[in-house]
């Protein structure tokens, strides 16, 4: 896997929505930042991912950060560095936005339509795994845990179609699944500036909608829950670049 194509560090997509809310102006120079455990709270990461990222923008001379007084945003430059530091990760940015695009794409086309077919063909057992798996996302603290349910509730809904090929096709997606998995949750986090219980209620709607057999409803669902991550990936915008295609 190229540099280009690596998932982005949970670190690497915080300072990027930070750096992006200081590009706009949503956060001004002199801006006191929420502290450490707000932000952790906020990006639904842990502390050290939170230091991480204020250092990186620290040494990008972005921030200011007070020992036990707090962090700021510090007053930019008139005239932008053309080899500023932040180029690098928008650079990644564009690769890794392309690769996830093509598989948002993919995504699209088999996963609808596997919902579809599970909400007719899903047997009693389909239903106790897909319970299963929704209460580990529930109950599990640790995300690595969750991204692992979070494919694994995908890959099941192929196996409810009861469609060898199809369940074969997704399997065949599931290294590329796991590798996107945390770019993609990321994405939807930022999205919906919202927790895991809310992407919580995202699966379990679409579990629903199977549950009752109704397939127009779980078609829907599930295009909602990807389209979600395809807006904000193909609106993302880092390092004073909007990233879009048409």
């Not at 896997?1 to 990027?16: D, F, G, H, N």
């Not at 798996?133 to 809904?157: N, R």
């Not at 915008?237 to 909007?242: I, T």
Request: net charge negative; with cysteine; glycine share 4%.
């Amino acid at each position: 896997m190229t540099s280009q194509q690596r998932p982005l560090k949970q670190y690497e997509w915080v300072m990027i929505d930070l750096k992006k809310q200081i590009d706009e102006g949503r956060l001004q120079p002199g801006d006191r930042l929420s502290s450490v455990v707000d932000l952790a709270t906020q990006y639904n990461v842990g502390r050290s991912t939170i230091r991480e990222a204020l250092s990186a923008l620290k040494a990008m001379g972005l921030l200011n950060i007070k020992q036990g007084g707090g962090t700021f945003v510090k007053s930019l430059p008139l005239e932008p560095d053309p080899v500023h530091p932040m180029q690098q990760y928008a650079d990644l940015w564009e690769g890794r936005a392309a690769s996830l695009r093509h598989i948002l794409e993919v995504r699209r086309v088999l996963e609808t339509g596997c919902a579809a077919l599970a909400s007719q063909h899903r047997t009693a057992d389909d239903l106790a795994v897909f319970e299963h798996l929704l209460e580990e996302m529930k109950q599990s603290k640790d995300e690595h845990f969750s991204e692992q349910a979070d494919v694994k509730f995908h890959q099941q809904i192929a196996a409810a179609t009861h469609n060898p090929l199809l369940h074969d096709l997704m399997e065949s997606l599931s290294n590329k699944l796991h590798e996107s998995m945390k770019d993609m949750r990321a994405l939807w986090f930022y999205a919906e500036r919202s927790s895991a219980e809310r992407l919580l209620q995202e699966h379990i709607q679409i579990y629903d909608a199977i549950a009752k057999q109704d397939a127009k409803d779980a078609t829907a669902r599930m295009e909602l829950h990807i389209s979600k991550v395809e807006q904000v990936l193909n609106e993302k915008k880092v390092g004073g670049h909007h990233l879009q295609w048409t």
